[in-house]
């Protein structure tokens, strides 16, 4: 089975998120770079826990529950600018998530309603998403939607699988680490824990052998 935080699983709950194709509509289902970035970090954020109650901080949309995991068809409607509100178990609090296309470059934005610390990290596009990868269409068959290749299909998406990790390791650090501190969910260690614990490893490893070197510790020269 799948890790709950591993890429692949990412990309199914990528694949889960694209709304219902209407049927008889030949249009795209995700068309731009920044709309695979924000759909990207809503999936990851939905494998934490994090509940999508709407896309203004001041309105709530009933239809996030009811279609979950199903993303209302509004969901990018923004143009430039997508915005994701969410809440979660673990806080009382409600946050709000942005993607923004400035240029070349997108800007994840972060924040808890009532703190108001924005935090933030910006990509540039190129080293993410490859326009080649672009438009997503959901496969449809006799009127019903086929969603068996979706996930491949936004695999395709990306540069490569090493960028998807990347991305998701700078919104782990810098946005999802300063709204849920010691966030509890499966799969998911926070950053400084996990250097923590490699060290521990280490030192367990060093007291076993301490003549041994491991790795990162540079490899005695002879005499």
């Not at 194709?21 to 770079?33: F, I, K, M, N, T």
């Not at 203004?56 to 993303?71: N, Y």
């Not at 998807?164 to 010691?182: A, E, F, S, T």
């Amino acid at each position: 089975m799948s890790e709950p935080l591993s890429v692949g699983a990412i990309l199914a709950g990528m694949a889960d998120a694209l709304p219902t194709h209407p049927a008889g509509d030949d249009s795209s289902d995700l068309a731009s770079s920044y709309e695979a970035i924000a759909l990207l970090i809503h999936a990851y954020l939905a494998a934490l826990g994090f509940k999508l109650c709407g896309f203004d901080q001041d309105k709530k949309l009933p239809e996030c529950e009811s279609l979950a995991p199903r993303l209302p068809p509004q969901w990018n409607s923004g143009f430039g600018s997508l915005s994701f509100v969410y809440t979660h178990k673990q806080s009382s609090m409600t946050f709000v998530v942005r993607v923004d296309r400035m240029g070349g470059k997108v800007e994840i934005r972060g924040l808890a309603v009532g703190d108001e610390n924005i935090h933030r990290f910006e990509r540039t596009v190129r080293d993410v998403v490859q326009s080649s990868g672009l438009p997503v269409r959901i496969t449809v068959n006799d009127g019903e939607e086929d969603r068996s290749d979706l996930a491949e299909k936004l695999r395709g998406v990306f540069i490569s699988e090493q960028a998807i990790v990347d991305i998701l390791h700078d919104l782990k650090v810098n946005i999802v680490q300063k709204l849920i501190p010691k966030l509890q969910s499966e799969g998911y260690v926070e950053t400084a824990e996990a250097e923590a614990n490699a060290r521990s490893e280490r030192r367990a490893q060093e007291a076993q052998d301490p003549n041994r070197p491991f790795r990162g510790d540079p490899v005695p020269h002879p005499d």
